[in-house]
C-alpha cells in the first residue's frame, strides 16, 4: 500500500507540477475545444469542458490498466525485473523534470512520436467538431487522451511497475487529476494561466520539483535492492 501511495503522489504531483509541459504538448488540442466550442457563456460551456477533460481521464484510465496488466504479467513470469522496471520510471521522471526545467531535449524523440501520432489522429478530431454537445466533448477528450507524450509515458511505466492493473489505472488517473486544472482553465480560454505556466521561473520551479520525486521514485527501489529480505537469515 505504501509503494501505491507513493505512486498516486508522485503521479498526481508530476501532472500538477508539469502542466506547462502539459500546455506545450496539449494545449492545442485544449484551444482547439475553446476554438470551436459554439456553446456560449459560461454556464453552458464548463459542463462541456468538465465533460471533454472526463474523456481525457478515462483514455488515461485505460491506457494505465493495460501498461499495468501487461506489466504485472511480465513481472510474474520474470520477478527479477521489476525493480529495474521502477529504477527506468524514476529515470525518465527525472529526465522529464530537466526538460521542463531547462529544455533539455533528452526526451524529443517521444514528443515528435506525438506529433505524429496526433498528425494521424487529428482527421478523426473534425467529426467532433463543433463541439456543441456532450458526446461529441466526451469524443474529442477521448481522442485528446491518447496524444502520447514525453510526461505521460512516464507516469505510464510507473503505472506499468505498479502490481495490479487496477493501480496502474488509478495512478493515471491522479496524473490526469493533477493536470487538470491547467486543461479546463485553458479549454475555458484563460489565456493567462498558459503564459504563467511558460513563465521561465514557474518551469524551472515545477521541473526541479518533478526532479525531486524522480530521484524519491529511484529511491525506493534502490534501498528495497539494498535492504536484506525478511527471510534472508533463514
Given at each position: 500500500?505504501?509503494?501505491?501511495?507513493?505512486?498516486?503522489?508522485?503521479?498526481?504531483?508530476?501532472?500538477?507540477?508539469?502542466?506547462?509541459?502539459?500546455?506545450?504538448?496539449?494545449?492545442?488540442?485544449?484551444?482547439?475545444?475553446?476554438?470551436h466550442s459554439s456553446v456560449r457563456g459560461l454556464g453552458q460551456q464548463l459542463p462541456m469542458a468538465l465533460v471533454y477533460n472526463a474523456g481525457r481521464l478515462a483514455s488515461y484510465a485505460v491506457l494505465g490498466l493495460a501498461v499495468a496488466a501487461v506489466g504485472s504479467r511480465f513481472a510474474a513470469l520474470a520477478p527479477a525485473v521489476g525493480k529495474p522496471l521502477r529504477l527506468i520510471a524514476g529515470a525518465v521522471i527525472i529526465l522529464i523534470g530537466l526538460q521542463?526545467?531547462?529544455?533539455?531535449?533528452?526526451?524529443?524523440?517521444?514528443?515528435?512520436?506525438?506529433?505524429?501520432?496526433?498528425?494521424?489522429?487529428?482527421?478523426?478530431?473534425?467529426?467532433?467538431?463543433?463541439?456543441?454537445?456532450?458526446?461529441?466533448?466526451?469524443?474529442?477528450?477521448?481522442?485528446?487522451?491518447?496524444?502520447?507524450?514525453?510526461?505521460?509515458?512516464?507516469?505510464?511505466?510507473?503505472?506499468?511497475?505498479?502490481?495490479?492493473?487496477?493501480?496502474?489505472?488509478?495512478?493515471?488517473?491522479?496524473?490526469?487529476?493533477?493536470?487538470?486544472?491547467?486543461?479546463?482553465?485553458?479549454?475555458?480560454?484563460?489565456?493567462?494561466?498558459?503564459?504563467?505556466?511558460?513563465?521561465?521561473?514557474?518551469?524551472?520551479?515545477?521541473?526541479?520539483?518533478?526532479?525531486?520525486?524522480?530521484?524519491?521514485?529511484?529511491?525506493?527501489?534502490?534501498?528495497?535492492?539494498?535492504?536484506?529480505?525478511?527471510?534472508?537469515?533463514?
Amino acid at each position: 500500500m505504501t509503494d501505491l501511495v507513493a505512486a498516486l503522489t508522485t503521479a498526481f504531483l508530476a501532472g500538477l507540477l508539469g502542466s506547462a509541459h502539459c500546455l506545450g504538448m496539449c494545449g492545442g488540442i485544449s484551444g482547439l475545444f475553446a476554438l470551436h466550442s459554439s456553446v456560449r457563456g459560461l454556464g453552458q460551456q464548463l459542463p462541456m469542458a468538465l465533460v471533454y477533460n472526463a474523456g481525457r481521464l478515462a483514455s488515461y484510465a485505460v491506457l494505465g490498466l493495460a501498461v499495468a496488466a501487461v506489466g504485472s504479467r511480465f513481472a510474474a513470469l520474470a520477478p527479477a525485473v521489476g525493480k529495474p522496471l521502477r529504477l527506468i520510471a524514476g529515470a525518465v521522471i527525472i529526465l522529464i523534470g530537466l526538460q521542463i526545467a531547462f529544455n533539455v531535449r533528452v526526451l524529443g524523440f517521444l514528443e515528435r512520436m506525438g506529433g505524429v501520432a496526433w498528425s494521424r489522429l487529428s482527421p478523426f478530431a473534425g467529426r467532433f467538431l463543433p463541439v456543441n454537445s456532450l458526446p461529441r466533448a466526451l469524443g474529442l477528450g477521448l481522442l485528446w487522451g491518447l496524444i502520447p507524450c514525453g510526461l505521460v509515458y512516464s507516469v505510464l511505466l510507473v503505472a506499468a511497475t505498479s502490481g495490479r492493473a487496477v493501480d496502474g489505472a488509478l495512478i493515471m488517473l491522479a496524473f490526469g487529476a493533477g493536470t487538470t486544472p491547467a486543461m479546463l482553465l485553458t479549454g475555458l480560454g484563460a489565456a493567462r494561466l498558459a503564459q504563467l505556466m511558460q513563465d521561465r521561473r514557474t518551469r524551472l520551479g515545477a521541473g526541479l520539483l518533478i526532479v525531486m520525486l524522480g530521484i524519491l521514485t529511484l529511491f525506493m527501489p534502490i534501498t528495497a535492492m539494498l535492504s536484506p529480505g525478511p527471510h534472508s537469515h533463514h
